[in-house]
C-alpha cells in the first residue's frame, strides 16, 4: 500500500487523483481523500520540497501551495454538486440517501444538530464521518440560498484542508520518515472526525426558565 502512494504522490497526476477524491467523496464519503491529501503533503515534507532552505528534490513532487489550494477548492466544488443536487433531486435524491445506510444514520444524527447550530457546525461538520454529505445535501433539499451556504463551505474547506497539509507536512518533518508521519496524520485526522462527532452529537443545552 505505501509503495504505491509513494508511486502516486511521485506523479504529476496526484493534483487530479486528489481533487477527483475530495470532489466525490461528498457523494461517497468511504472514499480516503484525507489519506491522499494527507500522504501528499507527507511526500513532499520527506523529499524536503518546501521550506526555508532550499533543498534538492525530485522533479515530481507534490507542492504544498498547490495541494492546498487543490484540496480546497475541490472541497468547495464537491460541496456545491451535492448543494444543487439536492436542490433539484426532489424524491429521486431521498432514495438514494435510503440506499446508504451510512448517510441514513448521518443524516438522522446530524439533522437536528446542524438546524440548531447554524453555519459553524458545518465547518465542525467537515471533519465529522459523511458530516459534509449530510450538511450539503441538507442545505440543498431545504432550498437554503447558496449566499448563507457558499462562505461556510469554503471556510470548512480550507479548515479540513489545511489540517490534513499541516499535519501531513510538519508531522514528517518532526517524526523525520513519510510513513510514519502519514501514519500518525491519519490517527489525528480520524481523531477530529471522531470529536467533530462528539460535538454536533452533544445535545442542546435546555433554554432558562422564563420569569
Known amino acids: 500500500m505505501w509503495e504505491s502512494l509513494g508511486s502516486l504522490t511521485a506523479s504529476p497526476w496526484i493534483y487530479a487523483v486528489v ?10 464519503p468511504v472514499l480516503p ?13 520527506a523529499a524536503g520540497a518546501a521550506g ?9 513532487v507534490p507542492d504544498i501551495a498547490a495541494l492546498l489550494l487543490i ?9 456545491m454538486a451535492a448543494f444543487r443536487l439536492a436542490r433539484r433531486g426532489g424524491d429521486r435524491l431521498e432514495r438514494a440517501i435510503a440506499r446508504s445506510r451510512r448517510l441514513t444514520r448521518a443524516q438522522e444524527r446530524l439533522g437536528t444538530a446542524l438546524a440548531r447550530g447554524g453555519g459553524a457546525l458545518v465547518v465542525i461538520a467537515r471533519f465529522a464521518p459523511a458530516g459534509r454529505s449530510v450538511v450539503s445535501l441538507g442545505a440543498g433539499k ?9 462562505p461556510w463551505s469554503a471556510l470548512a474547506g480550507m479548515a479540513w484542508a489545511g489540517y ?14 513519510a510513513w510514519l508521519g502519514t501514519a500518525v496524520s491519519v490517527l489525528a485526522l480520524f481523531a477530529a472526525g471522531a470529536l467533530a462527532a462528539f460535538v454536533i452529537r452533544r445535545p442542546a443545552p435546555a433554554a432558562a426558565p422564563t420569569a
Do not use: C, M, N
Request: hydrophobic residues 55%; negative net charge.
Open 19 to 28: 481533487a477527483l477524491s475530495v470532489v466525490l467523496d461528498v457523494f461517497l
Open 52 to 60: 526555508p532552505v532550499p533543498v534538492p528534490v525530485p522533479e515530481q
Open 71 to 79: 484540496a480546497t477548492t475541490a472541497s468547495v466544488l464537491g460541496d
Open 164 to 177: 490534513s497539509v499541516a499535519f501531513g507536512y510538519y508531522g514528517t518533518q518532526w517524526l523525520g520518515a
Open 142 to 150: 431545504t432550498h437554503r440560498k447558496v449566499r448563507e451556504f457558499l
Open 33 to 45: 481523500s484525507g489519506v491522499l491529501v494527507i500522504t501528499a503533503a507527507a511526500a513532499a515534507a
